[in-house]
Structures are given as C-alpha cells and as structure tokens.
C-alpha cells in the first residue's frame, strides 16, 4: 500500500519481540528499549526505544500506556494517554485510541482507531528536525475557491 502512494519506509522495523510484559503485569516507571517491545499489559510511564532506529513498539488491544511514547515504529491495537512520536511509522489497528499529539512520518489508521489530539506530521529529510503542521479542511477549501 505504502509503495501504491510513492511512500517507502526508509528502515524497516524490527521483526522480532526481544521483550514482552504481560497482560497481568502493570509496571511503574520508564521504559528505555531496544529491538522489538510488545505489551500485553499496563504501562504507567515514557516508552522510549535508544538508537536503533529499527526498534518497534507493538500494543495488543488489552495494553495501556500513560505516558509519552518516542520509537521509530509503533503497531497499536490499545489505548495511549500521552504523547506519540513516531520517526518512520504508526499503524493504529481497529481499536487503538490515543490521547495526545501524534507526531509521526508515515501513519496508517484502521477504521475504529481514535486519536483524540493533533495530528503532526515529521517534515521530510530536506528539513530533519522541523515539524509541518497539518492544514484543516476549512483551510485547505478556501485556498481551492482562489
């Protein structure tokens, strides 16, 4: 689908799950992680993947984040209560449901999903670092109408 829209991811995400918490676990605290992370289970504080630009996130329909979550690849199909930033790319399954910003590269969204803040958009490489803001649908008719 991706190549259908002329967009290619520019690395592909980890295959592999190096580390699960389980669905009776809740843990407190921060999670700094490489390679591939799933939780089955509650987390109450910041995901964030380190270096390895390859590293994915992967949440079960059961899983629960309240925290700020920083990894270049994110598959959700749970619920997120903070901030997202997603470097390559986010796939929000049927009943993923995010509240806060989603920063993001490349977004996939299934009917069902629910994001309950902005959208932002990673500006391409010609301009790392910046962030494009999305224009609404009342915006972009007026400049149609000129």
Sequence with gaps: MLSALGKTPTEKPCNTIDTLIGAKTDLKGDIVFTGGLRVDGKVRGNITAKG??????????????TGN???????????????????????????????????????????????NGNLLREAVEANKGMVTRLKSASEGSSEAED
């Design 52 to 65: 390895d630009s390859n590293s994915t996130l992967v949440l079960s329909e059961h899983a629960m984040v």
């Design 69 to 115: 979550v920083t990894v270049p690849h994110i598959i959700t199909n749970g619920t997120i209560k903070g901030n997202v930033r997603a470097a390559e790319r986010i796939e929000l399954q049927p009943k993923a449901e995010i509240s806060g910003d989603v920063y993001y590269k490349v977004i996939e969204m299934s009917l069902g999903a629910v994001i």
